[in-house]
């Protein structure tokens, strides 16, 4: 089978190394804005907008603003924009209804490469804004996080599935290890999903005991790797200083 491969702004995600994603958890347009010269310098390929940490985020004019200004800042780099809700991890609590109106705000606001869309909300709902960000050219990055324990393998495969099911260009799955062994469940499950599905996959195993899989997308199939530069975004994330020369040197030649 063809390696899957999607293009994000000039990126191919599924070739060669894993890309490298930076977070950005700020919490006012000033800090937001503050934290793009850093990044640049250390230049990821990817910038993460948490928006589940900024203030203004349920304000349309303030997202859509400082959306536009940070994608502006960021020049050629590419712009995922991903409000991570609270039962997956996030930093705010929202209902259902306000989650998609934001993520629908974002898609209004044509400032982002691609979006993450949480597989877990209503299926109707799911797939319409799916259809949405596709009609505005938007990367789907679909995801699914387990911050207490790691699923199955079969169980990790099938949700990743269902997310190429529906519709996600990219399918993302984070998971908590218990043991070295959870570590190795997710791997296992990201080299059968990669082998098998007909779209890239993001995977990772957090925390410390977890941090191993971020280094090892290259072997077992997962295409992007979130690092820091400065706050993170999740236990076990690696500063990206760090982790780009080990990605090189894991490389496959
Ligand atoms: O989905 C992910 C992965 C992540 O949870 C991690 O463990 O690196 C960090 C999040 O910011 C991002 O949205």
């Known amino acids: 089978m063809n390696q899957p491969v999607v293009k994000l702004r000039n990126l191919s995600l599924g070739t060669g190394r ?4 930076v977070p950005i958890t700020g919490k006012t347009t000033a ?29 349309v004019e303030q997202l859509q603003q400082t959306g536009r200004w940070l994608r502006s800042a960021l020049g050629s780099i590419a712009l995922l924009t991903t409000f991570r809700t609270k039962g997956e991890g996030g930093n705010l609590e929202l209902s259902d209804a306000d989650y998609f109106k934001v993520c629908e705000n974002v898609l209004a606001g044509e400032f982002t490469d691609a979006l ?28 699914n996080h387990d911050f207490d324990k790691t699923p199955g393998k079969a169980e990790i495969v099938k949700r990743l599935t269902s997310m190429v099911d529906f519709g996600a260009d990219v399918a993302k799955m984070a998971v908590m290890p218990q043991s070295a062994d959870d570590v190795l ?10 082998k ?25 199939g997962s295409c992007l790797s979130f690092a820091t530069v400065g706050a993170a975004s999740a236990p076990g994330q690696i500063a990206l200083d760090h982790l780009r020369p080990e990605l090189e040197d894991l490389k496959l030649n």
């Open 18 to 21: 894993p890309k490298l994603a």
């Open 31 to 59: 800090d937001i804005l503050a934290a793009v010269d850093p990044i640049k310098a250390a230049d990821p390929d990817v910038v993460e907008w948490r928006i589940d940490f900024f203030e203004g985020v349920t304000d």
């Open 116 to 143: 993450d869309v949480e597989r877990y909300h209503d299926e109707a709902a799911v797939r319409g804004l799916v259809k949405m960000a596709h009609a505005a050219k938007v990367v789907v990055i679909m995801s």
């Open 185 to 194: 469940t997710l791997l296992q499950a990201t080299n059968a999903a990669h």
């Open 196 to 220: 098998t599905l007909s779209q890239p996959v993001i995977t990772m195993s957090m925390g410390d005991l977890g941090k191993v899989s971020r280094l090892a997308g290259e072997v077992f």
